[in-house]
T-cell receptor
Framework: AQSVTQPDIHITVSEGASLELRCNYSYGATPYLFWYVQSPGQGLQLLLK??????LVQGIKGFEAEFKRSQSSFNLRKPSVHWSDAAEYFCAVGEDSGGGADGLTFGKGTHLIIQP | EAQVTQNPRYLITVTGKKLTVTCSQNMNHEYMSWYRQDPGLGLRQIYYSMNVEVTDKGDVPEGYKVSRKEKRNFPLILESPSPNQTSLYFC???????FGSGYTFGSGTRLTVV
C-alpha cells in the first residue's frame, strides 16, 4: 500500500528565508504526487502536482517541488517565504489502479511557522 | 464560481442521533470523496465515488455511509454518531477517475459528537 511520510511536524522559518519541506513516499509504480496548503480555518488548496516529465515542477505562490525517484522524495521549496505562507502543508500520493483513481493518501502534515 | 459546497460548516450533536453532511459540486465532476482530518493523523479517506451509483470504501469507512444518486451530490451519513467521530470533514471532487485535474476541496465541516 502506498504511504507518505512528512518527517517534520513543525518548521519555523524567518520571513525572507528559504524553505524546504520534506516528503517521502512509498509506492511501487510511478506515483502521482501533490502538495496542498491549508490556511487556518480553510480547506485545502493545490499548490502543485507531478505526474511525469520534468522532475522540477512549478506551482502557485512561488513554490516548486522536485521529484527524486532514487530517494522516493518530493520536497517542496520556496526561495523566500512571506508571513502569509504560515499554514499547514500536506504532501499526497495518488494511485490509479487502471479502473480509475482510488483516492489520495496524505501525509500527516507539516505546520509552518514564520517568524518576523 | 466552480466550487465544492459542504453544509453545515459546524455541527454539534449528541451520541446516536443520525446526521447528514451534504456535499455538492457544480463542476460536473465524476469523482467525489470524503476525508476526515484529525490532529497528527493528516487526512484519511472515508469513502469515494467514481460516478453515479458507484461508491467504495476508503481507509476508515466504519460508522459512515454515503450515497451518489446524482452526479453533483455526495452526502455523508452518520447513522449513529459516536464521540470518536468528532473531526473535521472534507469533501473533494475531481473531473474524472484520474488525477489530471487535481482535487477541489470544500471548506470543511467541523463535527463535534458529545
Amino acid at each position: 500500500a502506498q504511504s507518505v511520510t512528512q518527517p517534520d511536524i513543525h518548521i519555523t522559518v524567518s520571513e525572507g528565508a528559504s524553505l524546504e519541506l520534506r516528503c517521502n513516499y512509498s509506492y511501487g509504480a510511478t506515483p502521482y504526487l501533490f502538495w496542498y496548503v491549508q490556511s487556518p480555518g480553510q480547506g485545502l488548496q493545490l499548490l502543485l502536482k507531478y505526474f511525469s516529465g520534468d522532475t522540477l515542477v512549478q506551482g502557485i505562490k512561488g513554490f516548486e517541488a522536485e521529484f527524486k525517484r532514487s530517494q522516493s522524495s518530493f520536497n517542496l521549496r520556496k526561495p523566500s517565504v512571506h508571513w502569509s505562507d504560515a499554514a499547514e502543508y500536506f504532501c499526497a500520493v495518488g494511485e490509479d489502479s487502471g479502473g480509475g483513481a482510488d483516492g489520495l493518501t496524505f501525509g500527516k502534515g507539516t505546520h509552518l511557522i514564520i517568524q518576523p | 464560481e466552480a466550487q465544492v459546497t459542504q453544509n453545515p460548516r459546524y455541527l454539534i450533536t449528541v451520541t446516536g442521533k443520525k446526521l447528514t453532511v451534504t456535499c455538492s459540486q457544480n463542476m460536473n465532476h465524476e469523482y467525489m470523496s470524503w476525508y476526515r482530518q484529525d490532529p497528527g493523523l493528516g487526512l484519511r479517506q472515508i469513502y469515494y465515488s467514481m460516478n453515479v451509483e458507484v461508491t467504495d470504501k476508503g481507509d476508515v469507512p466504519e460508522g459512515y455511509k454515503v450515497s451518489r444518486k446524482e452526479k453533483r451530490n455526495f452526502p455523508l451519513i452518520l447513522e449513529s454518531p459516536s464521540p470518536n467521530q468528532t473531526s473535521l470533514y472534507f469533501c473533494a471532487s475531481s473531473l474524472s477517475g484520474g488525477f489530471g485535474s487535481g482535487y477541489t476541496f470544500g471548506s470543511g465541516t467541523r463535527l463535534t459528537v458529545v
